[in-house]
């Protein structure tokens, strides 16, 4: 479903500065089955439906029902399986663990205002919930999505710290596409009779424009909401680094450095116990190559997709030199994803010359069984043997060691600022 939804920035700045002082935390007790309701939250009502975990108000039934069916499945997978703070403690409680516990109240309404959905937040109950427009109430881009902000607003540490703003509509649509594809969902789909499908996944933008920052919130050019494969990589974990894996998105807000407005890379820099967020993103840039990243249809995708994606990176200098155009240069954590033409068996040798910090990778893959191999560049160079039965890409990722701040709705010049190269390669052409 491509109609994302829209929310407007206005929703972040009315969250910013509400939290309160957390109270002191009280003993644990067991999470009820059933929460409480409260129509004091939002406006309320007394036409709804209830689910264990959330109260949809003003929808006709069967739209209720589906929307209460995907809600509780989505509650089920990310909060009782993998451990995520409930949506049903209040945000303004120090407690993880004590009640009491609340339902989200979900208001089905006529329109929104350049939106789909929305989530809103009660400040004095500390409780999210949200509007979506009726006909989107049994979409999950829509309605799972709009509860992912719940989700995070509710684990309280990416609240009110401006940096982590545009991160929330990719935290929100990657907790959508986990609900609908992933296998770590699977259990909870069946058991609230969801079926996923699986079309949410934009490659022409997310590779095409991967020159961008990797997560940017730019009217009308962003990524933003668009960016969460990376998410989907970070939490499959295909390459194995030490600390990342299905826990990895609920560790960047349990382990995001209280009030310090960082941005979530450098949480990830904590979270990741065995390389930097530089050499992670290279890895990540690198499998998006092929969309090789674990994800249950993208790569399939990526095959039928390839020919409507824009790879016009580099310009030819001659005698198999290139040098990437200044407009697609790799700004902060972005990249190039240029595909190389071999004929036969190849030996391809590449050099880069920058004076810029980047991660090379090529990615080569067996056109019979889709798998990939990746060749790091060692000082600027490699040379690969490419066979018949195989195609190669060549991956130059803007990947500084240290993670730098800034805000994506205002991107700084230290983001901004592109990766300069020429690239010489031999066995193969651009
Ligand atoms: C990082 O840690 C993971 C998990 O312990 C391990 O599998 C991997 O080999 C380590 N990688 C490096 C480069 O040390
Ligand atoms: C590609 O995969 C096929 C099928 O497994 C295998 O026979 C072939 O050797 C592979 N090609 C290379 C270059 O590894």
Redesign the pocket.
């Known amino acids: 479903m491509k109609s994302n939804p829209i929310l407007l920035p206005f929703f972040l700045y009315a969250l910013a500065g509400v939290r309160a002082a957390p109270q002191a935390a009280r003993a644990v007790d067991a999470e009820p089955a059933t929460f409480t309701a409260n129509a004091n939250v939002g406006p309320g009502g007394s036409s709804f439906k209830d689910s264990d975990h959330f109260r949809v108000y003003n929808a006709d039934s069967a739209a209720a029902t589906s929307a209460l069916a995907m809600l509780e499945g989505a509650y089920e997978c990310f909060v009782t399986k993998l451990g995520w703070r409930s949506s049903g403690l209040s945000y303004n409680s120090a407690a993880d663990a004590a009640g009491p516990w609340y339902k989200t109240n979900i208001y089905s309404v006529s329109t929104l205002e350049g939106a789909a959905g929305v989530m809103q937040s009660d400040a004095t109950a500390g409780l999210g919930y949200l509007e979506v427009v009726a006909e989107y109430l049994s979409t999950p881009g829509v309605t799972v999505h709009e509860f992912g902000h719940a989700l995070h607003y509710h684990q309280q540490t990416w609240v009110g710290q401006g940096n982590t703003g545009a991160w929330w509509e990719t935290l929100a649509n990657w907790v959508a596409d986990t609900y609908t594809t992933s296998d770590l969902c699977a259990d909870a789909r069946t058991a609230h009779g969801e079926t996923g499908t699986a079309d949410a996944i934009e490659l022409p933008k997310v590779i095409g424009d991967s020159f961008q920052v990797i997560v940017d919130g730019s009217v009308d050019t962003g990524n933003y909401y668009q960016a969460w494969p990376f998410f989907t990589y970070l939490t499959n974990n295909p390459d194995n680094f030490g600390g990342l894996g299905s826990d990895t998105l609920h560790q960047l807000m349990v382990q995001y450095s209280k009030d310090s407005n960082e941005t979530p890379l450098h949480t990830l820099a904590r979270v990741a116990s065995n390389a930097t967020v530089g050499e992670i993103v290279g890895r990540y840039w690198a499998r998006m190559a092929y969309a090789d990243i674990g994800h249950p249809t993208a790569k399939d995708l990526f095959i039928a997709q390839r020919d409507s994606i824009n790879f016009a990176n580099l310009d030819s200098q001659g005698s198999g030199s290139y040098k990437v155009k200044s407009a697609r240069q790799p700004k902060y954590m972005g990249s190039n994803i240029i595909p190389l033409t071999t004929s036969g068996a190849a030996t391809v040798a590449i050099k880069v010359t920058t004076t810029g910090v980047y991660t090379g990778t090529v990615a080569v893959r067996?056109t019979?069984?889709g798998?990939v191999r990746y060749v790091t560049l060692s000082s600027g160079a490699a040379s690969v043997k490419v066979?018949a039965?195989?195609e190669a890409t060549l991956v130059i990722a803007n990947t500084p060691a240290e993670p730098i701040l800034y805000d994506g709705f205002s991107l700084s010049s230290d983001v901004t600022k592109g990766l300069d190269y020429t690239v010489t390669i031999s066995g193969a052409t651009v």
């Open positions: 067996n019979s069984t798998a066979s039965s195989e």
